[in-house]
């Protein structure tokens, strides 16, 4: 137990240790190469930023789950790794090239199969979920290759703004590694924490960094929802059949993730209505409709994490109950919260009264005050503009700059409504 405690943290020290030192050679060379990820209609930087910063997580991931394991056997790694190395490669081809979704389906597509068929990993029992146990081979193929290839392909649309798949996935990484570690699947749980340590060095990069300011790219996210397919998948097998634990494994795997997966179907049955291909990219992202609000990326970030701990908090108390319940319930939850986003946006945008926009969006100057504490209003004015992605409502140019505190907010709004109804009478 103390071996593996040891392991454990060793791991996720050498992942933090090989990150941060490897990002700022990969800046200098991309600087030197100029290697760029360039703002765009669809990018939410305004400058241009290095996005290689996948080759640091490969590498710290790697290094520290081989060192992590010590003289332990893991039969699993030789798979997990020929998956991260293709799409190692094809994502650093992407961040550089660019190569159409097709391509980078296939090679997911590959990876998901070397992962079933050759290390046969993959989900053999639904533990009564609608009535299901266990079931046949093929369908647990396709079932797999559906779940491994659904989450890579979701941790690659929700990196969207900074630190945000950095974020969900060092809380989902920490959680699985937790559940492993309890379990006594320890070689997951060391490739767990390793992929969190190195997540929480390239987090600082990211968020916080001036000269050294890096993206993971498409090279990063692939690899990271690899390592979270094939974590989730193992979490509910490894949970014996029978037992307490195995009646919440699925649901809770699903609320570990849930954020990232019911974005992703959320804009492909959206994209699918409209009549264009699932893989076609646009600006609908749970990310981009709360950075509409005029929410800054950190708030953002805090409000989509904060979400997604609070759905596994609601669900881990309730893991007695019968799946199917919890799984209703998970599916109201994150369905509600999905569309809350966009409701408030589209009744911001369809209200004609302007007195009633100024009252309805102090409610989110507040909650900005409180994610931030207070700022210029100036400078915050310059922010909010910057950070709406379609063009203002249309309103004058002076209303359209006028952002002070909640509280004259409502007073303006108190004034204007009795000016409006002095005029009716």
Known sequence: MTISIFQIILAFCIGLIVVAYGIPVIVRISVAKRLYDVPGERKVNNTVVPNLGGIALFAGISIGTLIGILRDTFPDWRYISSGMIILFFIGIKDDILVISAHKKL????ICA????????????????????????????????LILIVGTINAMNLIDGIDGLAAALGIMATLIFGSLFYILGNFNYAILCFATAGSLASFYLFNVHGKTNKIFMGDTGSLILGLILAVSAINYIETTPIGTITSH????????????????????????????????????????????????????VRR?????????????????????????????????????????????????????????????????????????????????????FLEKPLRISKIQRNFRPAANVLIKTYVTEKKSNDNLVS
């Open 113 to 144: 199969l070397i992962l079933i068929l050759l290390g046969d990993i993959r989900i053999s029992h639904f533990q009564g979920i609608l009535g299901i146990h266990e079931i046949n081979y093929w369908v647990s193929v396709i079932f797999s």
């Open 303 to 387: 409000i989509i994490l904060i979400t997604n701990l609070a759905i596994i908090g609601i669900i881990y108390p309730l893991r007695t109950l019968n799946n199917n319940l919890l799984l209703a319930l998970l599916l109201i939850m994150v369905t509600l919260l999905m569309a809350l986003p966009a409701f408030i946006y589209e009744f911001i945008k369809s209200e004609n009264s302007i007195a009633t926009r100024i009252w309805f969006k102090s409610y989110f100057i507040a909650l900005k005050t409180l994610f931030y504490g207070k700022t210029n209003t100036t400078k915050n004015t310059v922010q909010m503009e910057e950070n």
């Open 106 to 109: 296939a090679a997911q597509v």
């Open 248 to 299: 919440y494994s699925p649901i809770l795997t699903l609320a570990i993730l849930s954020i990232p997966l019911f974005d992703m179907i959320r804009l492909f049955a959206l994209r699918i209505m409209q009549r264009k291909s699932p893989f076609s990219p646009d600006m609908n992202h749970i990310h981009h409709m709360l950075l509409k609000l005029g929410l800054s990326h950190r708030s």
